[in-house]
């Protein structure tokens, strides 16, 4: 009888092993998770945040809900979050925006007052403007704004994102002056560009994905080093001419102190969700590269990026 258990036992780990990775749990202290993002709904760390939690919650058993929390280029939910208990059940949703936003306007709490817990990936950032546009390309977006002197506008998320330095910068390199236009969210973003107020967007592919597909919108250029796997007819920048590439993470972040089982946890269930078939299709689908970090490869990747950002800032004679 006990060798019949101890057989049972052994297909139930073999079945536990053969399990696909998602389906695995991971134990956490808490049953309630609030997420927050400086994000409109509809915009890319919304988005982001919202899809992740379908594929989390079977992993960790654990409720969560998204709160977008708008203000001050972002200022406002990272404040809320450094202000939050350590103990794991209140996270921000991190992008370059929290680093920018501390550099340009030296808020109250920066991101400094957050601890870096995971890097989950790369989001591509794409260059599109409305489908009846006359200009096919970003170069001939450019030659349009060139040709037109204070005609041309072009938008991004908020004053303080990398999508706003990045048109900066862009509007350097082509040696032309066009008004960079900004906003609280992609949301925003994308109704100014498909009524004709801007005649280019940038933003990941995730937010601007349903109009893509719904033929409203069309892609003039991608600002990665490489084309992209899904748009391989689109060129970048760098193959229209313009030196430009741009590396926007998306990850989570939390307040000091919280203890390193929070921050294990949140990284072993991680690796289940970015293996899981499931979440493999929805990311190919939005163009994004998986890069999880855990804890102390996030925190030494931030401090890395913040110090470029800075010179990238200094550089355009932002900050000083």
Known sequence: MKAYWRGVAACLALAWL??????????????????????????GSDVFLRELIKHLQPVMGTNFAVENVRGGSGAKAVAQVAKAPADGTMLYAT????????????????????????????DPELL???????????????EYAKANAGKAHWGAANPASLERISLER???LAGVKVPVVSHEGGADLMINVLNGTLDMGVGEAQEIRAQLDAGKIRLLGTLTEARLA????????????????????????GPKGIPDDIAAAWHKA?????????????????????SLMGREEARKFTTEFAEDIESSLKELGVVK
Do not use: C
């Open 128 to 142: 599109y403007t409305r489908a009846d546009a006359p200009w096919k390309t970003l170069k001939e977006a450019v």
């Open 170 to 172: 862009l509007s350097r």
């Open 270 to 290: 991680l690796q289940a969700v970015v293996a899981s078939p499931a979440y493999k299709e929805q990311i190919a689908k939005d163009s994004l590269v998986v």
């Open 18 to 43: 053969a399990l696909p990775a998602a389906a695995q749990t991971v134990k956490y202290p808490h049953q309630n998770v609030t997420l927050v993002t400086h994000s409109s709904p509809g915009g």
């Open 230 to 253: 899904d748009f391989p007819d689109l060129q970048t920048a760098k193959e229209q001419g313009f030196d430009l590439v741009v590396r926007k993470f998306r990850g989570l972040a």
């Open 95 to 122: 992008t370059p925006t929290y680093i920018q936003t501390t550099l340009l306007s030296k808020p109250e709490m920066g991101y400094k007052d957050l601890d870096p817990i995971v890097i989950v990936f790369f």
